[in-house]
Structure formats: structure tokens, C-alpha cells
RNA sequence: GUGACCGUAGCUCAGCUGGUUAGAGCGCCAGGCUGUGGCCCUGGAGGUCAUGGGUUCGAAUCCCAUCGGUCACCCCA
């Protein structure tokens, strides 16, 4: 049998998909539009494959995504093609970024807050919270260098955790510094491990050369007495760095948002400077981050545009709502079906049809049978699609062009004419409260 | 890439130390109620017991391999 590749869900109708529920899915991209949107976001679609050269030098050479877990494309079935390769997006940043420089945003309002959700693609081993396809809700800040902007992005995902319900998250922060002080403490960190590489894991005294500040992150390592007495970024940060990180904790204090500094959290994107931060939430197992972001002041100038500060940061959509039901917290139900027409026999169903049609047109969800039920099956049917009205076209009804309109959620029932006049007026007024 | 555990109906699972035609609940379809959903009762459809090989008189059950899944490591959303 055909199967859906490895690290790929199906998303599917009804309640019992448990997080693949569509509507579930609905109810989450619906929540993310409007707080987007309400905290003046606008959205921005890039495309969901770019250039590969756009990933290898926006996410960084040095990194795990990069070095091993793209999905990059074959150019027309042939290998070669040297160079211009394509690659499913393994993140949203470095595209939102080739967008902001390619279109000339910098000639919009500023700053250019902008919003996205939708899949990406990583080559890694699926686990719980892990697949190949996941999705992302993504927001960036472009040329705002105010911490109060790293606040409000913060925020804003505790806000729209807060909406959907959930609770017990926690927020880690650091800062890792910029160009001015970030490669003085880089010697730092390597003076002070170099005398203990030979303890250390093969990872680490790779990472020592290539991206230092990884050895703090490193879970083979942690217990390593050389980790407790390492020099934290926060210790060496330049007044700038200092001041910035300083009134960002200032806003999130103000804004009642609880955190703790984590000088171990230092981000496995090459492209962060300053702000890092990351939410979790210990329901989810191994994989706990929720979502994680931070400033990236450097990048637009990399990637080829104007020298301009960014900040911003991705939400997993699976994790999220694998969260939310497993604290059992509902979301909202779509909206149900307005009228299920039964009608009894071919004569009924040809009589039945335009006054569907013509209530479709009015914009109410109505819907019929097409497997020639009987009107026990039909009303099972229409029970379990969670109508609110069923009309019922029997014989006698067509005779008399009426039809039988029964309120399901209140068992009552009355005639009324056989027209869409009629039943969109009786619909309007049961339905009135 | 590494490790552990697991593969029996659409779903969740039972099937004792190998022993006839492989079961249950839920779901689906139909009937009980020849025109009225939810509850109840009855019946039906649906399975190459993941695949291939081996041991045996006999394998869903034991052994090996392959494929797939899950969880964890690494890393990250």
C-alpha cells in the first residue's frame, strides 16, 4: 500500500483525529489571522521552496539544517546542475527576509511588521513534536531597533496562547551579544574550554572553531565542570547589548509576563544577535519548545539589502495543538450545518433540488442525501453532521407543497410552503433568539 | 545518523506456555419503527494476522531478515 512519506501527517474531518482534526487546524489559523492582524501584522507569503544558496548562507553554513536536514530539490530529474538547486524552506526567516529586500520593502511604513503560517520541511528522524513537514506561524519586525518590539513579539504568542486557553508556559530568555562584543567573549569561551577539549564530546571540539557558543548548549557535556564555571554572554555584553537586554526585561515585567535567563539557550540559527528566547510547555515530552525567535540585526545587510534590524520568531502548529489536547482544552467547533433537505423518493428529490440551490445561493449551509436513504438513514445522517434544521419531503408533502421542518436540537417540528422563501424565513426566525 | 520498543478489521485492542472455520468494542451499512436523529436490540460488510524466509505434523503465536511505526539521542518549531 501507498503510504504518506515519513514525517507527514494527514489532516483530517472529525474530532476523532484528535490534533489532525481540520477543524482543529481551521480554529488555530483562524486565531492566528486575527491576532496577527489585530497587533498589526500584515501577511506576507513567500514560496515555500527558494534558492538553496538563500538557506545556506541565511540559517548559517555551520548548522545542523543546513549541513544535513535540507530537502533540496533535483533541477528536472537530473543530477549536476551545480549551484542553482532548489530547497523546500526548512525554516520561514531567511525567505521573509529575501522577500522584505526583493520587493523593496524598506519603502513601506516603518517598521514592516509582517506575518505568515504555513509548512516547512526538515530531513530529520520523526519523533513526538518532530516531522519533516511541520508548520509554522511566523512573525518578523523589519528596522525597529527598540526592545520594545523584542517585547511585543514575545507577547504576542503568550497572547495568542492565552486566547486558546492554555497555561503553564515558560519563557527562557538570553542574549548572545552583537558584532561588537559577541567575537571578544567568542575567545573567551574558547580560552576557557580549550584546556579541557580532550573531556569533551567529538561535537564540542568541533564546535569550538566553527560556533563556540554552541559548547554551552551541549546536553553530552552539561554535567562537565568546565560548563558551570564557563563565562556567560550576559557577563560580556557591550553597553549597547547590555541597555537592550536590560529594558526588554524593563517591557516583560511591565507587560507581567514572567521569564528566567537561560545563558544556555543560544539558538542553532548562525543569524541572531541580542535577543533569544524560547517557550515551552512540559506537557509535550522531548521536543518542548513551542516556539522560539529572537533579534537578527545583521541579517537583511547579509542576505544583500540595506543595513536594517530585525526581530521575530516561530510558533510550531503541530506542538501547539498537540498541547491543546492534551490539556484537553477545546477549540472553537466550525460553524454547523443550517438544513438537511430528506427527501423521500426521486419525484421529492427533483422538487427538492432548486430550493437547496436557491438556499445555497443565500449563503445558508444546506445539504441532501445522494444515496436514496430511507428517512430513518437520513435523519442519522443529518444527526451526526450536527444540522440544526432538517426538512422532510415526503409524498404527501409534495402534494400539498409544503415541507416538514423539524428543529433538531429542540425536537419540534411545523410545516411550511415548499419555497426557499419560505424555509430561509423560517429558518431566520427559529433561529433568532 | 545512533539506540530501544512495537506491527492482528477504518480505529482501540484480545488471542494463555504453537493445536480446527481469527475475536470484541467503537465506527460504517441495513433492519427492529413499511415516514422521523441521539438511547437500546438484531444482523451484515470489512482481515494476504506488515512482508519474505525458516523451525514444526501444525505458526497470528517460536527464530532470522526486510519494510513500516513509535519514543529517545543529536538538533530543533
Given amino acids: 500500500m501507498l503510504r504518506a512519506p515519513r514525517g507527514t501527517n494527514d489532516i483530517l474531518p472529525g474530532a476523532q483525529f484528535r490534533w489532525q482534526d481540520s477543524a482543529r487546524w481551521q480554529a488555530l489559523e483562524e486565531a492566528i489571522r486575527r491576532i496577527s492582524l489585530q497587533y498589526g501584522y500584515q501577511e506576507l507569503r513567500p514560496p515555500v521552496f527558494e534558492q538553496t544558496e538563500l538557506f545556506a548562507r541565511g540559517v548559517g553554513e555551520s548548522t545542523d539544517i543546513v549541513q544535513k536536514e535540507m530537502f533540496t530539490l533535483m533541477p528536472r530529474g537530473g543530477e549536476g546542475e551545480e549551484g542553482s538547486t532548489l530547497t523546500l524552506r526548512p525554516e520561514f526567516t531567511a525567505g521573509m527576509v529575501r522577500a522584505y529586500i526583493e520587493n523593496g520593502l524598506h519603502n513601506l511604513p516603518q517598521p514592516v511588521k509582517v506575518f505568515t503560517y504555513g509548512p516547512a ?44 486557553g492554555l497555561e503553564g508556559l515558560e519563557v527562557s530568555l538570553n542574549s548572545i551579544g552583537c558584532p561588537a562584543c559577541r567575537p571578544a567573549y567568542r575567545e573567551r569561551l574558547r580560552a576557557h574550554f580549550r584546556p579541557y577539549l580532550s573531556e569533551l564530546c567529538p561535537d564540542c571540539n568541533r564546535r569550538i572553531d566553527q560556533n563556540p557558543l554552541r559548547l554551552l548548549d551541549c546536553k553530552v557535556d552539561a554535567d562537565h565542570p568546565a560548563m558551570r564555571t564557563a563565562p556567560t554572554t550576559v557577563e560580556h555584553l557591550c553597553d549597547e547589548c547590555r541597555q537592550h537586554f536590560a529594558a526588554l526585561q524593563d517591557h516583560l515585567r511591565a507587560l507581567g509576563i514572567p521569564y528566567r535567563v537561560d545563558p544556555k539557550i543560544v539558538r542553532g540559527l548562525d543569524y541572531y544577535t541580542k535577543t533569544v528566547f524560547e517557550v515551552l510547555h512540559p506537557q509535550l515530552g522531548a521536543q518542548s519548545a513551542l516556539w522560539g525567535g529572537g533579534r537578527y540585526d545583521g541579517l537583511v545587510e547579509h542576505l544583500g539589502g540595506k543595513p536594517t534590524p530585525g526581530v521575530g520568531f516561530a510558533m510550531g502548529m503541530e506542538r501547539m495543538l498537540m498541547v491543546l489536547d492534551e490539556m484537553g482544552i477545546p477549540l472553537p467547533p466550525p460553524p454547523r450545518q443550517d438544513l438537511f433537505f430528506a427527501a423521500l423518493g426521486e419525484a421529492a428529490r427533483r422538487a427538492a433540488l432548486p430550493v437547496v440551490y436557491a438556499l445555497r445561493r443565500q449563503g445558508l449551509a444546506v445539504d441532501l442525501d445522494y444515496l436514496g436513504r430511507s428517512l430513518k438513514a437520513q435523519m442519522k445522517y443529518a444527526g451526526r453532521l450536527g444540522a440544526r434544521f432538517v426538512a422532510i419531503l415526503g409524498e404527501s408533502e409534495l402534494e400539498r407543497g409544503v415541507v416538514v421542518l423539524r428543529d433538531m436540537d429542540q425536537g419540534q417540528q411545523r410545516e411550511v410552503p415548499l419555497t426557499a422563501e419560505a424555509l430561509a424565513q423560517a429558518l431566520a426566525e427559529a433561529m433568532r433568539p
Fill in 121 to 164: 520541511f526538515r530531513a530529520e528522524r520523526p519523533q513526538k513534536g518532530r516531522f519533516r513537514q511541520f508548520h509554522q506561524w511566523d512573525v518578523e519586525v523589519f528596522g525597529a531597533q527598540d526592545p520594545a518590539v523584542d517585547a511585543e513579539v514575545i507577547e504576542i504568542g503568550i497572547a495568542l496562547a492565552r486566547r486558546l
